[in-house]
Structures are given as structure tokens and as C-alpha cells.
């Protein structure tokens, strides 16, 4: 079956501006959660949706904010982007909510800012 | 604060030698544990998982891993490495009750040498 589909793959933005990145997880799957990978930080957690509804968010500012839509497909959106926010950003599909059964990644949107 | 910690930032081996990567983790109550590794250009893929009963988990391409829970451990191992095996490992932990936590290491990059 197919795997957990991110889009775009690659993004450059300016200072200021805003983005939108997209998320198809696994058919089946109903939890979605994203996480911003870094170099010197790791896999940084920053929020998870069940059937549409956040259900736990990491420790990133009012910028970032998500939503899931009913086909499970998850967006998530950067706000007045700064160049601390230049990573790649992965989602994470699991059946159900809290990734217990283990998370199937996709591929991710590596963000530069500049 | 629940935390996990991957002490080996950087490994290099030689092929035929064995592997050991440690994880250390802070929660004290009931967790399941994983290890994911991330090939060169490839996404996070799960390796191996614990949820209960016999401590010691098998998981894909031979690797291993043990918890031991009287020392927060889930170290990795494999006994003979390949050159395939250069990867980045990351172990992540997840609560089983109360806030839903899932937590990754920093993680460790394996170069494994032909």
C-alpha cells in the first residue's frame, strides 16, 4: 500500500512569509503527527491529530498550527517564518492515536528560509 | 521532564564488528519503546519495537534490542555490522498512561566501514 505522502519536498521562503505543507498518511490510518528535524535538536514533536482533533502538541509557538482533514490528510502551517524555522519537517502516520504501535514516516519538507 | 538520551553521537566501525547503541530513558512509569533508523536519502523506517513480555526484541536486518528496565535501558545491538547498516538510529519512547508522550533520542550516526 502506499506509504505517508509529503508535499512539497522542498520549499525556500523569505522572513515573514507563510507556508503551508501537506500530509496524506497511510489509508487507514487515522493519526497524523508532525515533527521538525534539525541537526542539532533531533526529532522535535510538535503536535498530533486523531479523527480531526488535535490531540497533544509539542513546544513550538502560536506560529505553527495544524489541522486534519475527515479523509485523515493533515496540513500544517508556519506563520511570519523565521530562519530558526529553516528544517525538515516530517509526518507520521499511525493507526491510532499516541504512535503505541509505531509511527510510518514520510519522506518530509525540508524548509529553508532565508 | 521525560527525556531520552542517546549517549553515542557518532559511531565508526569496521564491517564484521559488533554494534552497540545506547538509549537511556527518564520516565519512571509503564512505556513502550522503538528504535528507527534513516538511511542516507531515505525516510525514518521503524526497526524494532517493545510493548511487553520478553525484554530482549528482534527486529529487521538482525538487529536487536534489550530493556532493561531496572536501568531505563533499550540499547541496540547486531552482532556483525555492514556497510549497509550506515545509517542514523534514533530510539524514541512513548508513555503507555496519563499525557501521551512519544519522545525521540538525538540520535546516533553509524558509518560502518567496507
Known amino acids: 500500500k502506499a506509504g505517508v505522502t509529503q508535499t512539497p519536498r522542498y520549499l525556500i521562503k523569505t522572513r515573514g512569509q507563510q507556508v503551508t505543507l501537506s500530509c496524506s498518511p497511510i489509508s487507514g490510518h487515522r493519526s497524523v503527527s508532525w515533527y521538525q528535524q534539525t541537526p542539532g535538536q533531533g526529532l522535535q514533536f510538535l503536535f498530533e491529530?486523531?479523527?480531526?482533533?488535535?490531540?497533544n502538541k509539542g513546544n513550538f509557538p502560536g506560529r505553527f498550527s495544524g489541522r486534519q482533514f475527515s479523509n485523515s490528510r493533515s496540513e500544517m502551517n508556519v506563520s511570519t517564518l523565521e530562519l530558526g524555522d529553516s528544517a525538515l519537517y516530517l509526518c507520521?502516520?499511525?493507526?491510532?492515536?499516541?504512535?503505541?504501535?509505531?509511527?510510518?514516516f514520510g519522506s518530509g519538507t525540508r524548509l529553508t528560509v532565508v | 521532564a521525560q527525556s531520552v538520551s542517546q549517549h553515542n553521537h557518532h559511531v565508526i566501525l569496521s564491517e564484521a564488528a559488533s554494534l552497540e547503541l545506547g538509549c537511556n530513558y527518564s520516565?519512571?512509569?509503564?512505556?513502550?519503546l522503538f528504535w528507527y533508523v534513516q538511511y542516507p536519502g531515505q525516510h525514518l523506517q521503524l526497526l524494532l519495537k517493545?510493548?511487553?513480555?520478553?525484554?530482549l526484541v528482534k527486529g529487521i536486518k538482525g538487529f536487536e534490542a534489550e530493556f532493561i528496565k531496572s536501568k531505563f535501558s533499550f540499547n541496540l545491538r547486531k552482532p556483525s555490522v555492514q556497510w549497509s547498516d550506515t545509517a542514523e538510529y534514533f530510539c524514541a519512547v512513548s508513555r503507555v498512561s496519563g499525557t501521551y508522550k512519544y519522545i525521540f533520542g538525538t540520535g546516533t550516526r553509524l558509518k560502518v566501514l567496507a
Open positions: 491529530y486523531f479523527s480531526e482533533t488535535q490531540r
Open positions: 517493545y510493548f511487553s513480555g520478553d525484554p
Open positions: 507520521a502516520s499511525s493507526p491510532g492515536t499516541g504512535g503505541g504501535s509505531g509511527y510510518t
Open positions: 520516565y519512571g512509569g509503564t512505556v513502550n
